[in-house]
């Protein structure tokens, strides 16, 4: 089975505070992603990458970067941390054209 | 062009009963169709996707029905059991769309018992 695993299950952190957020995969998928999970808004993708070392912007980039340095492991980084950045983090990562494997998500909450 | 509509928001079936949920998309270069599965407090989980070169897909109870020329495709729970409730969302992506996925906003299932 594919395990997405995400270092933190809940974070409490103060604005402008810089927050990591750690995935990593099992599987040796070149494809990983972050989202944000907010009520009524679905599923919002915030960067992603497709091999080492490469990012690609998503729909909400803004106040958000990443960084990927090894194949299985993708990092979110919050530089300043604001209240209007609490919400549920998911990560992901899948094969070339085919569905994406989550993890059990960050529920990120800034003071 | 980029978006996927998912209807309804929100569904109560009988124990039993089937559980249909639609979506619509415009772009026709999306050649991948996944349906997700989230429970409460965890991460969306994959549960059964489709390729536009066939129009049905079965796996157990849940089917995805296709249709290429509607640009539109369902997910159908049959004996929909208490079991199931959870938010289902649809998706599509392409291949040449840099393996990004467009998520549908996401369909909040109650069965009852």
């Known amino acids: 089975d594919v395990k997405v695993t995400q270092s933190s299950r809940y974070l409490v952190k103060r604005t402008g505070e810089k927050v990591f957020l750690e995935c990593v995969q099992d599987m040796d998928h070149e494809n990983m992603f972050w989202y944000r999970q907010d009520p009524g808004l679905g599923l919002r993708l915030i960067y992603f990458s497709y091999d080492v070392k490469m990012k690609e912007k998503g729909d909400i980039p803004e106040g958000y970067s990443v960084s990927r340095e090894k194949k299985e492991r993708f990092s979110l980084i919050l530089e300043s941390a604001s209240t209007n950045q609490t919400s549920m983090y998911l990560c992901?990562?899948?094969?070339?054209?085919?569905?994406?494997?989550f993890g059990a998500g960050t529920r990120l909450s800034v003071l | 062009q980029q978006q996927v509509k998912q209807s309804p928001q929100s569904l109560i079936v009988q124990k039993g009963g089937i559980s249909i949920i639609n979506c619509a998309y415009e772009?026709?270069?999306?050649?991948?169709f996944p349906w997700y599965q989230q429970f409460p407090g965890k991460g969306p989980a994959l549960l059964i996707a489709?390729?536009?070169?066939?129009s049905e897909k079965k796996e157990g109870r849940f089917t995805i029905s296709f249709n290429k020329s509607a640009k539109q495709f369902s997910l159908h729970i049959m004996d929909s059991q208490p079991g199931d409730s959870a938010t289902y969302f649809c998706?599509?992506?392409?291949?040449?769309?840099?393996?990004?996925?467009?998520f549908g906003a996401g369909t909040r299932l109650f069965v009852k018992a």
């Open positions: 772009n026709t270069a999306f050649d991948y």
């Open positions: 998706a599509a992506s392409a291949h040449t769309g840099g393996f990004k996925t467009i």
């Open positions: 489709i390729r536009p070169d066939v």
């Open positions: 992901a990562s899948s094969l070339n054209r085919g569905g994406q494997y």
